[in-house]
């Protein structure tokens, strides 16, 4: 039976499991859009689609399934490139359709016609271009492969406008269509295993580095035992976050530049480090020769190219995290650990050093007790947080506890502002059932901000707690701290009016003028079926600390603001 | 490891797809590396094509390329070696201008001593076909400039079996 290219694309995506789709339409996409209209999948209608991308990977990040966003040719494939490297650098696995041009016109600069390809090569994990209809069920199979095995990524398929419309016999197939790519993950070498037990039991200051390898892998459950059984204490990178309860007493939380001192400390004092699913990143390790210099490294990582690429490693392991954690624990079953009792008293004595002086007054309405008090009114395992970029993103780092993986969504690498705001709609599509706040600040939010009226107009009510100081904040703290409070371009002036921006997209818009207010109004949004933007003013003379400066090592944390 | 960068030689077996070289060529560029030549020709196997490559860098960083390039589901393999360790050839085209008594003479004798070619001999013009070591062309090419002038020149680049 002959069924046109777009039809072929409707069945594909029902195949992968689809049942969402974040996009924007446009001439180039027009016969798949007309195909949507006979199928059950949800169309969320985007405006902008820097957003859909962002909501994409936000469905992907809180549900481990891929998220998928439509745009048109140009302009529309365009502007997904940002969240496309954004989830190309926190190893997001999203699929971007996007419309082209007709095959005899590529090439011809016709109207709405950009190189996607060309575009977005580097900054996917892989793209690829239909060029007959009959090819789209083996590309889509191999888009979603490709996207959500090993180590996930983003995939991009460009599809000529004359594809989708072409009539041809199309045939449904589970081939993939490429001989280069093994979905399963690497063999496991079991000797480094052994050798790892070996060192790990051998330890006397064992540490364990958590990332978003971790979470992916859904390794979790493996990371505790592990860490309970060496009574090692685990620190994260800031994608690690929720791959260990944060409140567990084994969990020293985030380290690196907005670490917390103690557990950067902790990373100068160990013996052995066991890094499992990080790329050792330059915000966490701070200067790469000098991190966790006189220990042992143990480096467990799905992705070959991040052996050696940043941090040098005495032990190398190349595996899926939650097959290698299952051998590693199988293994130190069978040997006996070391008492543990002196380095846990100095990580008490380290934590306990840092802590004092730190603990402030909760009433006022600062960054810390905005968090906490989030803390409080958020159950664990029915709420996800998401973050803007900049000093909201790092306050959060460091005051919220992620209790389960997938609550706590931010953009690690590539630092996008305005991520917060649709990768919480994203999240709330993936799981309407949790409560989802994004924690932002106003010069990041304001960078996403019209995608309330999707929020309204879809129906997915998040809540939007906004960290405002009128300032672009992290952008002003480096101008107070390394440019001699010279401030330039950093003054917001407190414009817009959030709550009437809110409530002019018929979302409710509320500021809080005290702790007790803000409680109030929080515990009201989430009972409330429409977004709430909750606009928090706080004094921009707040700064995050701690603090290692650029190009630092973690030894060199600042705890607290420097004397001046 | 050898923090010496020498002239590497990367060996990929990839799928005969469009986009498979740019896609190679831009890990290797974001890196800041010079591609000093390139040769892509097909294998005995259809739809596979094999893709040498000529840099100039260090080990570590000829490491990092080659598990970059690993990842790309397009590629089926990659090798990378010093191309000292290497049988490498490569071919070379050269056109000379011969107007002064004696060039000709000069440059048969140097054909005969570098086991080159000549392919088209005209009344002012000889063309050389030379192939050898990338070592051995720059050489060549070096000597015929001395004897006469050098109009038009096509080089290969090298391609590379493993000893």
């Not at chain 1, 939007?464 to 401030?487: A, D, E, P, T």
Request: aromatic share 6%; proline share 5%; glycine share 8%.
């Amino acid at each position: 039976m002959l069924i046109s290219g777009a039809e072929a694309i409707v069945r594909s995506l029902k195949r992968e499991g689809v049942k969402v789709i974040f996009g924007i339409p446009g001439g180039a996409v027009l016969p798949l859009y007309d195909a949507l209209y006979d199928s059950d999948i949800r169309h969320i209608l985007g405006r902008h689609e820097q957003c859909v991308a962002h909501m994409a990977d936000g469905y992907a990040r809180a549900s481990g399934k891929p998220g998928v966003c439509i745009a048109t040719s140009g302009p529309g494939a365009t502007n997904l490139v940002t969240g496309l490297a954004t989830a190309y650098m926190d190893s997001s696995p999203v699929v971007a359709l996007t419309g082209q041009v007709a095959r005899h016109m590529i090439g011809r600069d016709a109207f709405q016609e950009a190189d996607i390809i060309g575009i977005v090569t580097p900054i996917t994990k892989y793209c690829f271009q239909i060029t007959s209809a009959k090819e789209i069920p083996k590309v889509f199979k191999t888009a979603f492969i490709i996207a959500s095995t090993r180590r996930p990524g983003p995939v991009l398929i460009d599809i000529p406008v004359d594809v989708q419309r072409e009539q041809a016999e199309i045939v449904f197939t589970d081939e993939l269509d490429t001989k280069g790519y093994d979905p399963n993950p690497p063999r496991v070498d079991i000797d480094k295993v052994k050798k790892a037990a070996e060192v790990l039991a051998e330890a006397e200051r064992p540490l364990i580095l958590s990332g978003g390898g971790v979470i992916s892998s859904g390794a979790h459950v493996e990371l505790l035992t592990l860490a309970e059984m060496l009574s090692a204490p685990v620190v994260t990178s800031l994608m690690g976050k929720g791959s260990i309860p944060e409140d567990h007493p084994l969990c020293l939380g985030m380290i690196g530049m907005h670490g917390k001192a103690y557990a950067n400390y902790a990373v100068v004092e160990c013996d052995v480090l066991l890094a499992i699913g990080t790329r050792f990143a330059d915000r966490t390790t701070g200067k790469f020769d000098e991190f966790a210099k006189g220990a042992y490294k143990i480096h467990v990582d799905i992705d070959l190219a991040e052996i050696n690429k940043n941090v040098r490693v005495d032990l190398p392991i190349v595996g899926d995290a939650k097959e290698v954690l299952r051998l590693l624990i199988k293994e130190l079953k069978k040997r006996k650990s070391k008492s543990r009792d002196a380095w846990l008293n100095r990580i008490k004595e380290l934590r306990s050093a840092f802590e004092q002086g730190v603990e402030e007054q909760q009433t006022a309405l600062k960054p810390s007790s905005v968090i906490k008090l989030l803390n409080k009114l958020l159950e664990p395992g029915k709420s996800i947080v998401t973050t803007g970029v900049g000093q909201n993103q790092m306050w959060s780092a460091l005051h919220y506890l992620a209790r389960a993986p997938r609550s706590f969504i931010t953009s690690g690498g590539l630092g996008t502002m305005g991520f917060g705001f649709p990768a919480a709609l994203g999240a709330k599509v993936a799981c309407p059932d949790k409560v989802v706040v994004d924690i932002d600040g106003d010069g990041s939010f304001l960078m996403t901000e019209q995608d309330l009226a999707t929020s309204v107009t879809e129906g997915i009510p998040v809540i939007v707690v906004i960290l405002n100081n009128s300032s672009l904040g992290m952008v002003r703290q480096w101008q107070h701290l390394m440019y001699k409070r010279r401030f330039i371009a950093i003054d917001l002036r407190g414009v817009p009016d959030f709550v009437k921006l809110a409530q002019a997209y018929g979302a409710e818009g509320v500021r809080p003028g005290s702790l007790e207010e803000l409680e109030k109004a929080l515990k009201e949004a989430m009972k409330c079926e429409v977004t709430t933007v909750i606009d928090v003013n706080i004094s921009p003379e707040e700064r995050v600390f701690p603090m290692v400066l650029p190009g630092r090592a973690l030894h060199e944390v600042l705890a607290s603001e420097p004397k001046s | 490891m050898s923090q010496k960068a020498e002239p590497r030689i990367l060996v990929m077996i990839v799928e005969d797809k469009p986009g498979v070289l740019y896609k190679v060529s831009s890990i290797i560029r974001r890196r800041g590396i010079n591609i000093d030549a390139i040769s892509v020709a097909t294998t005995t196997e259809p739809g596979i094509s094999k893709m040498t490559f000529l840099v100039n860098t260090d080990e570590a960083t000829i490491e990092q390329l080659t598990r970059q390039i690993e990842k790309v589901p397009t590629v089926i393999s990659v090798g990378s070696s010093p191309l000292r360790n290497l049988y490498s050839k490569e071919l070379a085209l050269v056109k000379v201008n011969v107007s002064k008594p004696g060039e000709r003479e000069a440059l048969h004798t140097l054909v005969a001593k570098f086991n080159a070619r000549i392919i088209e001999e005209k009344a002012f013009t000889l063309t050389i076909e030379v192939v050898g070591s990338p070592e051995e062309v720059s050489a060549f090419i070096n000597e015929v400039k001395v004897i006469a002038e050098i109009v038009d020149l096509s080089r290969s680049g090298p391609i590379a079996l493993s000893r």
